[in-house]
């Protein structure tokens, strides 16, 4: 589904990945952990588009075509989402009107009929009781006021909503309690299947508790240095970074 | 009162008959005979109160004053003792009570007009290089005749460690005089320096202090100005600056006016080279017959500076104050960051504050704002006081007090701020409160 | 009279007793303007003398003043004397009673509008009296208005029918010495909205008019004069839009309210009149005198403004608040785009006691739109425990834009409050990228994150108006994503 080659990003004139390479098949979940300013967040948002991150080098190739030629809403309609480390507040912005116009944007690209306000209505009524969550959050504004946990699960919901061929989820995990972490994991379970592939960018190793990889790659400096199965995150849990970074500890 | 016209004429009498040495101050003597007195029209005097300005014919002052001595000044000195020193008594360089050896490396100090004699390029190349002809009549007639003043130049890369004090000093024993100075001050690249200026008076009569300081910083400077204005009640005072900051230089100014009858200080920043970076802080009381403005000009004419300015003001008795705060973002000036923060005390019936923070912008990428506030003491806050066993007075003091500080602890020498502080306690020790 | 042209003097009054006023309605009087034309305006209108006198001392005073050139625009001299100051539409002979007396081509423009008549008719609560080139074409739900004792008609009709409401209020908060614009309309202004409320009744319904500006060269001077009397409340609504056009076109209204005791006075307005082509060419000129008295103790006036249109606009809408206790309130959108220039804001001046005001501006700027922000809050030294809190905000879309803001400030009472906040930025990156992520285009995030920032003006609206508001911005923000 996706293939990463080679990749080289710069951000603001400093380059960060030196050579990321990545094959990510339908159904699959990956993680990919390492240490702060390894370059993690970097790939999630340069996969997603973001106009501050360049590509120097390499290629990337979703579903057969080229990724990199898209913008952020086109990436987003082909099927790309993005669980951001830090959402936006977007002042005077109504979540469900918000969550709407996305739906439909992605649904009308994909030449699905659009939802009107009563399908809609259904639409994220099903997806709440789905993921098991409440909708508190729908008549607020966009994340303006959220918590830290109902950001993140809103993110999860907007996921669900979405429907998306590949999630992306960048450090869901950070900032959450034990609770928070829970239900947003549960929430991504429910959320895999068999045509679903989900990248998860984590430092730590414990939202893979509630959340099992197929496969873990390690990345530090800007590339891709070991990959291995779900007991390479408890190893690292357990020695920590520097053990494969040949580093200090992180 | 004195008619506008009769003043104006006066006032263009004054530049008339004499030959400056400077081509700027031909110009500027020709350009006052076509200025005419600020009035309520012009834009950036609309709140300025008028009449005080025309109470008294301020005159050239040749009289003789009685020589002051270092014990005389000596209480009002905030430096170090041995520091350098420059001391102007009623505008003119008095290098008795001046401390100038040449013995601090790449600092070098004297009379502006010693050194406009001396063709000292400084001084004939840059003098009115900022402040032009005059924007108005008072900045013309200083350009034309100002009295003496400082130059003060730091060398190419040159840490001056020690602060150098600027004292204005006016001796008023007769008559109602005007007093001109005019300082230079000029940074050099990668040079900083702080500087510690404040105006006071000896004298208990009417003058007019009408000053203009020019500051040149050089790229990569830093300069610390730390200001004080505490000139005897029956004054008027007016103090233009003019700062130009090149390519990543600093300027810090905090900025105190608690004297005169009337005051008015101007800061123009003009920011010439990117990534340069102003903060301007500034305190002023203004109690009874007291008025005083504070107007800015900060022109973002280059991209990716940053201005932070924030003023605070306590108004008491029949006190005025004027705070005109202007900050314009010109095209291509993109990544700006221009902050304006002014917040107001008013603690009697009869004080009035008139506040204008103005932002123009006309570049996008910026972020910018501004924010005012007018109140009066919190009366939540004065009965926690109470209720804590503090008198209402004593209560009432504190909070103003309290106020200030914010300001003043932005001075980064305890000496100017323990003064400062020294004279709020007194000044602030009748405040009564407001009836309902 | 005492006219210096006993001439003219003659033919208007003879015009006068000949029937004159049956051939109003195809008069368009010649360009120019003197006082035989402020005396013919007045015959047209048969207009009591005092009424007279009142536009001519307007128009002498007018000939001293100048035009005001503080405001952060520029335009090209306005040439006072190619302006027509009087024209009527064709019509029927007498005045339409219901639309299917009213001109079908008028009918069409509404059409094109996208606001037919019909269906506005049809729009429950609301009642339509809509201003045509001056003149009053159409009036319905008079008579449930009636029935509530609310008065709402022309004013030309007010003059004659309410001579002693007139009399006392009409130029009471906005006098002829106030401005240049305000001294101009009242010399000539020819016609406009008149409201009465009575003690005690709330409004049954959303008073509305549509203006429209359509014959070629015709400047609009609408006069508008809004009284609720103690306890009542109103809901005023005023929506404009003009056809394409080349010549730049004056637009000078004047609009007075008047709050007595425990009255409110709701005014919103949604101004989309045509702004000039792509290089700053036409497009009108909307020179706009608004101001509300709270005069009772108790009562309120809210002025909200969505502001698109015009190649200028220069208005003020501001409340005096004598009365204690009473409130003023302004909210604001104000949309430049192309070459449009804004100068808008609002004065607070503070009387009573424990006053209360609230401001809120938003400011887009996009290509070369330049919008500035003028605000004046004062308190006197009697506004005991006044309070105004004021909130300015810019948006900037393109690097060739401008967003001023110039807020007066003027405290004598220290007991009175005032927080004034402003910001100035471009449309946030992040929210932007966030919505592009989730598939939203570029110009659906820009017009939601607008919308956004707009939310607590449009939030002050009546439902239907908010609606048109929320649709008016984003056509209006077509394209300007750069």
Not at chain 3, 110 to 130: C, S
Request: hydrophobic content about 40%; charged content about 25%; overall charge negative.
């Amino acid at each position: 589904m996706l293939t990463v080659k080679n990749l080289h990003v710069s951000v603001a004139g400093k380059p960060i990945l030196h050579g990321i390479n990545l094959d990510v098949k339908a159904g699959e979940v990956h993680a990919l952990m390492g240490p702060n300013g390894s370059g993690k967040s970097t790939l999630a948002n340069t996969l997603a588009g973001h106009e501050d991150y360049l590509v120097t080098d390499g290629e990337v190739l979703f579903e057969g075509e080229n990724l990199l030629a898209y913008s952020p809403e086109e990436r987003a309609q082909k099927g790309i989402f993005l669980a951001f480390q830090y959402p936006v507040e977007i002042p005077g912005v109504n979540n469900m009107y918000f969550l709407k116009m996305a739906v439909n944007a992605i649904r009308k690209a994909q030449g699905k009929e659009e939802l009107d306000a009563l399908d809609f209505m259904k639409h994220i009524k099903a997806t709440l009781t789905k993921l098991d969550m409440e909708d508190s959050l729908q008549k607020r504004d966009v994340n303006v006021g959220f918590s830290g946990g109902e950001k993140k699960r809103s993110e999860i919901l907007q996921m669900a909503l979405l429907e998306p061929k590949l999630g992306i989820l960048d450090e869901t995990d950070s900032g959450l309690d034990i609770d928070a972490l829970r239900a947003v994991a549960t929430g991504v379970n429910k959320l895999r299947n068999a045509e679903r592939a989900m990248i998860i960018v984590t430092h730590y190793q414990r939202l893979l508790d509630y959340i099992e990889p197929d496969f873990v790659h390690v990345i530090s400096n800007g590339k891709i240095i070991r990959t291995g199965n779900k007991t390479l995150a408890l190893e690292l849990e357990e020695k920590g970074y520097g053990w494969i970074t040949g580093e200090e500890a992180a | 009162m004195i008619p506008r016209t009769e003043m104006l004429q006066h006032y263009r009498t004054l530049a008339t008959g004499i030959s400056p040495a400077l081509p700027i101050q031909q110009k500027a003597a020709m350009h006052l005979q076509e200025l005419n007195l600020p009035s309520k029209k012009d834009e950036d005097w609309h709140y300025t109160p008028l009449a005080p300005l025309l109470e008294y014919r301020f005159a050239a002052n040749n009289d003789a004053f009685v020589e002051p001595h270092f014990k005389d000044i000596k209480k009002f000195l905030l430096g170090e003792q041995d520091g350098p020193r420059i001391v102007l008594v009623n505008g003119c360089f008095h290098p008795g009570l001046s401390c100038i050896s040449d013995t601090i490396d790449g600092l070098s100090v004297g009379s502006i007009q010693a050194e406009a004699v001396r063709k000292n390029k400084d001084v004939t190349n840059n003098l009115g290089a900022l402040s032009g002809e005059g924007s108005h009549l008072f900045s013309a007639l200083n350009t034309a005749v100002f009295n003496d003043g400082a130059w003060i130049r730091i060398a190419h890369d040159a840490v001056i460690e020690k602060p150098i004090e600027l004292l204005h000093l006016t001796i008023a024993a007769s008559g109602t005089p005007i007093f001109q100075p005019r300082n230079l001050i000029m940074l050099e690249e990668g040079a900083s320096a702080m500087v510690i200026e404040s105006s006071v008076s000896a004298g208990s009569n009417p003058c007019f202090n009408n000053m203009i300081s020019e500051i040149f910083l050089g790229r990569n400077t830093g300069l610390e100005h730390l200001r004080l204005q505490n000139v005897n009640r029956v004054s008027r005072h007016l103090a233009g600056l003019y700062i130009r900051e090149e390519e990543n230089s600093h300027y810090h100014c905090t900025n105190t006016d608690l004297g005169a009858n009337w005051s008015r200080t101007e800061f123009n920043v003009d920011f010439a080279g990117e990534n340069a970076e102003c903060t301007l802080n500034g305190l002023y009381l203004a109690g009874d017959d007291q008025s005083t403005s504070i107007h800015l000009n900060i022109s973002h004419a280059a991209p990716g500076c940053i201005s932070h300015e924030f003023f605070k003001g306590i108004l008491k008795g029949k006190g005025k104050a004027v705070f005109d705060g202007n900050v314009i973002v010109e095209k291509d000036a993109q990544k700006t960051d221009a902050h304006l923060k002014n917040a107001n005390l008013l603690l009697s019936r009869e004080a009035e504050i008139d506040t204008k923070p103005v932002l123009q912008i006309n570049a996008d990428d910026v972020q910018c704002s501004h924010g005012t506030t007018v109140g009066q003491i919190d009366p939540e806050l004065l009965f926690y006081l109470q209720a804590r066993g503090i008198p209402e007075p004593q209560a009432r003091k504190m909070i103003s007090l309290g106020f200030a500080k914010e300001i003043l602890q932005r001075y980064p020498l305890p000496a100017i701020r323990e003064m400062i502080e020294g004279i709020l306690e007194v000044r602030l020790a009748d405040i009564e409160a407001v009836e309902g | 009279m005492n006219s210096a042209n006993p001439s003219v003097e003659t033919l208007v009054e003879g015009g006068y007793t000949e029937g004159f006023i049956t051939e109003i309605e195809t008069e368009t009087l010649p360009p120019g303007l003197d006082e035989d034309v402020v005396r013919r305006i007045s015959a047209i209108k048969q207009e009591p003398e005092y009424l007279l006198e009142k536009r001519l001392k307007a128009y002498r005073h007018w000939l001293t003043m100048e035009e005001p050139t503080w405001a952060t625009v520029r335009h090209p001299q306005i040439d006072y004397q190619a302006i027509s100051y009087f024209s009527a539409p064709k019509s029927r002979k007498d005045s339409p009673q219901s639309l299917d007396e009213i001109d079908p081509e008028i009918l069409e423009t509404y059409n094109k509008l996208g606001i037919p008549l019909e269906e506005q008719k049809q729009l429950a609560g609301v009642a339509v009296d809509a201003v045509f080139d001056s003149v009053s074409v159409a009036t319905t739900f008079k008579k449930e208005l009636a029935e509530a004792g609310v008065i709402f008609c022309s004013i030309s009709e007010a003059i004659q029918q309410h001579p002693e409401l007139i009399k006392q209020y009409l130029g009471s908060v906005v006098p002829h010495t106030d401005n240049f614009f305000a001294a101009l309309n009242t010399a000539v202004f020819t016609d406009g909205t008149f409201v009465y409320v009575p003690e005690g009744v709330r409004c049954p319904m959303e008073l509305s008019t549509y203006f429209r500006i359509n014959a070629a060269n015709t400047g609009q001077f609408e006069r508008t004069l809004i009284i609720a009397d103690k306890g009542s409340y109103v809901s005023y609504l005023e929506g404009c839009t003009a056809p394409m056009r080349d010549e730049n076109q004056l637009h000078a209204a004047v609009v007075e309210l008047i709050a007595l005791e425990d009255a409110q006075i709701k005014y919103s307005t949604v101004q989309n009149w045509y702004p000039g082509d792509a290089e700053g060419r036409g497009g009108i000129y909307n020179f706009v005198t608004k101001r509300g008295l709270c005069k009772g103790d108790r009562s309120r006036i809210s002025w909200t403004q969505v502001e698109t249109g015009s190649a200028i606009t220069w208005k003020y809408p501001s409340c005096i608040l004598r009365g204690d206790d009473s409130i003023g309130e302004f909210y604001s959108v104000a949309v430049t785009r192309g070459h449009q220039q804004a100068d808008t804001g609002t004065k607070m001046l503070h009387v009573g006691r424990n006053t209360r005001s609230t401001i809120v501006s938003k400011g887009i700027s996009a290509d070369f739109g330049s919008n500035a922000y003028r605000g004046r809050v004062r308190m006197n030294r009697g506004a005991e425990n006044a309070r105004n809190h004021t909130q300015c905000d810019s948006l900037l879309i393109g690097d060739r834009c401008a967003a001023h803001t110039f807020p007066y400030i003027e405290v004598l009472n220290p007991t009175a409050k005032i927080e004034h906040e402003a910001t100035t930025s471009k449309i946030d990156a992040d929210q932007l990228f966030y919505c592009r992520q989730r598939g939203l285009s570029e110009e659906n995030a820009v017009s939601m994150i607008v919308n956004g920032f707009c939310k607590e003006v449009f939030n002050e609206l009546p439902m239907e108006f908010a609606v048109e508001a929320r649709k008016l911005l984003q056509i209006s923000l077509e394209g300007a994503v750069g």
